[in-house]
T-cell receptor, first 111, second 113 residues
Framework: SQQGEEDPQALSIQEGENATMNCSYK?????LQWYRQNSGRGLVHLIL?????REKHSGRLRVTLDTSKKSSSLLITASRAADTASYFC???????????FGAGTTVTVRA | DGGITQSPKYLFRKEGQNVTLSCEQN?????MYWYRQDPGQGLRLIYY???????QKGDIAEGYSVSREKKESFPLTVTSAQKNPTAFYLC????????????FGSGTQLSVL
């Protein structure tokens, strides 16, 4: 079964608005990662947050991690048309090299 | 230009045929991975390798085989035993360690004729 699950499945917003998506996972983790995938392309790493961190920023991205609730959120501020993509969270069990991905959140930014 | 290269971009398989997907990296990474992605779904791990000459099955290894004879190369063979091979295949690499950041190739779309 998948370690991480994103919510919502799809999100449509106006350019300039913020987009928030969530990820829930099942077991204790070393870190949680977020990736972006443009249609028909490979995934690109966005940000990694370690289990002892609560919040991390990278440009217009803000990630939070709540290990007590086993959940994370990704916020994209001031969205642009170029942010249209699918976003995936990835985690893995503590003692396992395997990194598992959820089904992703598809974000559409309307001009 | 450092990166990870997958070829071909598109591949067609006939009934009963084995096909091999290529994955090469020049990032000097020890670890390499193969994922399968079906439409609207997440990635599922097929095989992974932490070091040359060693690899482990992922969650959906049946019908697939790999080799890791060189650090920079991790080819995936989709055998005739894989009855539903149509999917987008992604190769990735990372530095050694648990849950390091993955670098992905641009993928191979495999379809059945």
């Amino acid at each position: 079964s998948q370690q991480g699950e994103e919510d919502p499945q799809a999100l449509s917003i106006q350019e300039g608005e913020n987009a928030t998506m969530n990820c829930s996972y099942k077991t204790s983790i070393n870190n949680l990662q977020w990736y972006r995938q443009n249609s028909g392309r490979g995934l690109v790493h966005l940000i990694l947050i370690r289990s002892n961190e609560r919040e991390k920023h990278s440009g217009r991205l803000r990630v939070t991690l709540d290990t007590s609730k086993k959940s994370s959120s990704l916020l994209i501020t001031a969205s642009r048309a170029a942010d249209t993509a699918s976003y995936f969270c990835a985690t893995g069990p503590l003692s396992d090299y395997k990194l598992s991905f959820g089904a992703g959140t598809t974000v559409t930014v309307r001009a | 230009d450092g990166g990870i290269t997958q070829s071909p971009k598109y591949l067609f398989r006939k009934e009963g045929q084995n096909v091999t997907l290529s994955c090469e990296q020049n990032l000097n990474h020890d670890a390499m991975y193969w994922y399968r992605q079906d439409p609207g779904q997440g990635l599922r791990l097929i095989y992974y390798s932490q070091i040359v000459n060693d690899f482990q099955k992922g969650d959906i290894a049946e019908g697939y085989s790999v080799s890791r004879e060189k650090k920079e190369s991790f080819p995936l063979t989709v055998t005739s035993a894989q009855k539903n091979p149509t999917a987008f295949y992604l190769c990735a690499s990372s530095a050694t360690g648990i849950h390091e950041k993955l670098f992905f190739g641009s993928g191979t779309q495999l379809s059945v004729l």
